[in-house]
């Protein structure tokens, strides 16, 4: 038998919920910043050994340009909507009937 509170469960719930996003955030933000970094080693290899001549050959540098950009802010933008989602739960926790104190 649950002997919590709907107040206290209410708590737990947005908690764990919150938690999870935090996660995302998190590991969604540490994701960007590998892929990034990855890149800008590829990029490196390719400049600094004159590479990219034969990525230009293949017709795949400004490809691969495009697609980089394209991930990386698609990595970002997600980092954002993700805290823009965390901050609409920590609204709707405080506005959530359970939550407001009958006093």
């Known amino acids: 038998m649950n ?30 910043e590998t892929y990034e970094t990855t890149n800008v080693d590829f990029a490196q290899l390719i400049y600094e050994n004159g590479l990219y001549e034969l990525m230009k050959k293949a017709e795949q540098l400004k490809t691969y340009e495009r697609s980089f950009e394209f991930m990386y802010y698609s990595m970002k933008g997600q980092v954002e909507q993700l805290k823009h989602l965390r901050e609409v739960l920590q609204v709707c926790m405080i506005r959530d009937p359970c939550n407001i104190s009958s006093n």
């Open 3 to 32: 002997k919590n509170t709907k107040w206290e469960e209410s708590q737990n719930r947005y908690a764990l919920l919150l938690e999870g996003v935090n996660d995302l955030i998190r590991n969604t933000t540490r994701l960007a």
